[in-house]
């Protein structure tokens, strides 16, 4: 048997280090988005109070059985069971409903959508919102995020598995699925919102402070689902808009010679049958757009940090980096076709 | 107690007496085996009844395990017949003999002889006969299909075996393309015709050369392939990655610089032209339209992705191809018979997201095109 002491002191010591899971980019305990700042606020006060009722609880059980006779006297009369267990739940209860109805509000709105075709669902939903700023539209898919910007002037273009914000500025978001139903969770920035086949939600996000946040699918959605996140991050107004301006535009023509021939390979070897590169001949939509796929934080939704050998590595041996993803494997390039590639592809920036 | 006693020493001594003799059988058996004096030689018969009993086994063996082999396809095609009778002429000629021809006299000395085919076989049904050429049989030399994911291959010698006995002589040699060897004329051109590597099978019998196509729609056409596709298959095949019945035991029989050879050869010939009316309403149309824009909704790229006319050397021209070779590969890649190679993999993940009328309608439109005749890929993007 353990030593009383060294149990106690496990037991203290849990908590702190569970508590230290608390930090970090997917934490819904440091917000930095406006809903999740009111959803956190939500959390601290029904916290509070849930403690507060606990302490009185306590105190009641304590008078109960060691208080001075007129004290469990006043404790068992008709007069403290009808204020402090009906009025005060009711009165308490109804408040914290109320407040918490109203930080509902200040989130997602629901809208069905027809349920036709999903492109035709989203241009109507994009159709829907004030055409004076951002738009964006987030569709499921299985494994990763489909990314769709409508800019305040108009253009809309795609991106993929990372989401870019600008301060301060609310800005809605279509949430849609192509396939199953997937859950979009910022813990961060928002309340998660499910996406579900033949709807289009709206969830509105304003990012408080510059900074990375970490999203993850909240709803088991088949193989991959765990290995399907992504990253947002928010940005000065200012930084956002050259952002902006250069995700629109089409991909750069590549710099360097071994660029050129992984472009060569990209183009030939079948890439381009899922993948787009705007300004190129790859137009595929079946998998993510990779126009700017240099510029990302992250590869595979969230799976590998965006560098060379983690490109090179995901494009040979996808099946084992994020198992059970519907992209064939290409273990039919050499290393030096892989490193070519790599470059090329992280060099759309 | 006491009563008793007689009555279980009887049984103990049964039981002894048994044990002792079961201890002498065992140990005259192993000083038999060990002294060498059984005669192994197939110089002499087996004793009759011993010839008797292993017929009888085999018989009824073949009766019941047969009976869970699948419907055979339409053995009437008369494209799985020339597929068959040429593979025939390659594999099994050398022990059964081609029809009209005497015994060869190396198999006539095997024990058992291999049986004159023409008349054992009109008395099997195609199950018992596809089960044969797919497994083989023990205490005999039949050996079992050298790549058993391949029972469309097997299904074609069935078809072959059943028309046999009918079969004259020289029906046999036209239906195997022996009449078809002997033109070609060029660098390669002795090694494809069976002249410089001894044992070779003819790669032009099946294939043909730059005026004939191949002898059956299942036989892909050669011609003006891209090389290095050509020398990837030869190698596949001989490394047993890519399997099959009939081109692996070729492959093997070649060098890596016979394989360059003969695929720079075939390489270089021309196609022969073939048109070939749409199969059915719309599906050549139909496969256009998946050839060029694939269908994003089932995750299915366009095929001219990988297959436009401007492709890499290592991926096949599919422009002017057989359809039923297409449509058979197709089939093979969804059953995950060619994931043993880095390129059928990612050839299996789509085919398996294809649907049977989708399959048909790629190959079609394929096969519907000239030689070398694909869109190129600037072509295809709107």
Not at chain 1, 259 to 280: K, N, P, S, V
Request: aromatic content about 6%.
């Amino acid at each position: 048997m353990r030593p009383p002491g060294l149990r106690r002191a496990a037991c203290i010591l849990a908590p702190v280090l569970l508590a230290a899971g608390c930090a970090g980019v997917q934490s819904a305990l440091e917000p930095a988005g406006v809903e999740a700042v009111h959803i956190d606020r939500l959390l601290r006060l029904v916290t509070l109070f849930l403690a507060l009722v606990f302490a009185g609880v306590l105190v009641a059980t304590a008078i109960a059985l060691a208080g001075p006779h007129a004290w469990r006297e006043k404790l068992a009369s008709e007069h403290l069971v009808v204020h402090a267990g009906m009025v005060f739940p009711l009165v308490a209860l109804s408040v914290l409903l109320g407040y918490g109805i109203w930080v509902m509000g200040q989130g997602g709105s629901a809208q069905a959508g027809v349920g036709l075709r999903l492109d035709e669902d989203i241009a109507a939903a994009f159709e829907a919102l004030p055409a004076s700023g951002l738009r964006i539209a987030v569709t499921g898919e299985r494994w990763w995020w489909r990314v769709e910007y409508v800019t305040a002037d108009g253009r809309r273009f795609a991106s993929a598995n990372e989401l870019r914000l600008p301060v301060g500025e609310p800005v809605p978001v279509l949430l849609a699925s192509a396939d199953v139903i997937h859950s979009f969770w910022v813990p961060k920035l928002a309340g998660k919102l499910d996406m579900i086949p033949g709807r289009v939600n709206t969830l509105t996000l304003e990012a408080t402070a510059p900074g990375v946040s970490r999203g993850q699918c909240a709803e088991y959605c088949g193989g991959a689902h765990a290995l399907m996140s992504f990253f947002v991050v928010a940005m000065p107004p200012a930084e956002f808009a050259a952002w902006l301006e250069r995700e629109a535009a089409p991909a750069a023509e590549p710099a360097t010679r071994a660029a050129t021939a992984g472009r060569r390979l990209f183009m030939t070897h079948g890439c381009a049958g899922c993948h787009a590169i705007r300004g190129t001949v790859a137009r595929g939509t079946i998998g993510p757009d990779l126009t700017h796929v240099g510029g990302r934080l992250s590869l595979g939704a969230g799976v590998l940090p965006n560098e060379p050998q983690a490109m090179a590595r995901w494009i040979r041996d996808t099946a084992h980096v994020k198992p059970e993803n519907l992209m064939p494997p290409f273990a039919i390039f050499t290393d030096a076709e892989l490193r070519d590639l790599a470059t090329y592809l992280e060099g759309l920036e | 107690m006491r009563d008793t006693r007689p009555e279980r020493s009887g049984w103990r001594r049964l039981l002894r007496r048994g044990a002792l003799a079961a201890v002498l059988v065992l140990v005259a058996g192993a000083l038999f085996v060990r002294s060498g004096l059984y005669n192994v030689a197939a110089s002499s018969d087996h004793w009759p009844f011993t010839t008797w009993l292993i017929d009888r086994v085999r018989v009824h063996s073949v009766d019941t395990w047969s009976s869970f082999v699948p419907a055979p396809p339409s053995l009437d095609d008369a494209d799985l017949l020339a597929l068959g009778a040429a593979h025939f002429e390659g594999g099994c000629t050398p022990c059964h003999s081609r029809p009209g021809d005497p015994a060869n006299a190396i198999a006539a000395a095997m024990l058992p002889p291999p049986p004159p085919l023409g008349t054992v076989v009109g008395s099997m049904d195609a199950k018992a006969l596809f089960w044969i050429v797919k497994h083989g049989l023990k205490y005999t030399a039949m050996p079992a299909w050298p790549a058993q994911q391949r029972d469309d291959e097997v299904w074609a010698v069935t078809a072959f075996l059943v028309r046999l006995p009918e079969l004259s002589p020289r029906a046999y040699r036209e239906l195997a393309g022996m009449t078809r060897t002997g033109q070609a004329v060029q660098d390669g051109a002795e090694l494809a015709t069976g002249s410089e590597s001894v044992g070779l099978t003819e790669c032009v019998r099946c294939h043909g050369d730059a005026e004939t196509g191949p002898l059956s729609g299942y036989v892909p056409v050669l011609n003006a392939q891209p090389r290095r596709y050509l020398e990837r298959a030869l190698a596949e095949y001989a490394d047993a990655q890519r399997p099959s019945g009939v081109m692996q035991p070729v492959a093997t029989l070649l060098t890596p610089a016979e394989r360059r050879r003969l695929a720079a050869w075939y390489a270089g010939l021309a196609a022969p032209r073939e048109d070939r009316p749409d199969p059915a309403p719309g599906l050549v149309e139909e496969g256009r339209r998946l050839a060029r824009e694939g269908e994003p909704g089932t995750g299915l790229p366009p095929c001219l992705a990988c297959h436009a006319r401007d492709h890499p050397e290592s991926f096949p021209s599919l422009a002017g191809q057989n359809p039923e070779y297409l449509l058979g590969q197709l089939g093979l890649f969804r059953r995950g018979a060619r994931d043993g190679t880095v390129h059928g993999q990612i050839m299996g993940v789509i085919a398996r997201r294809l649907g049977d009328r989708q399959a048909q309608a790629a190959a079609a439109y394929f096969a519907s095109l000239p030689a070398g005749g694909a869109p190129a890929l600037a072509e295809i993007a709107p």
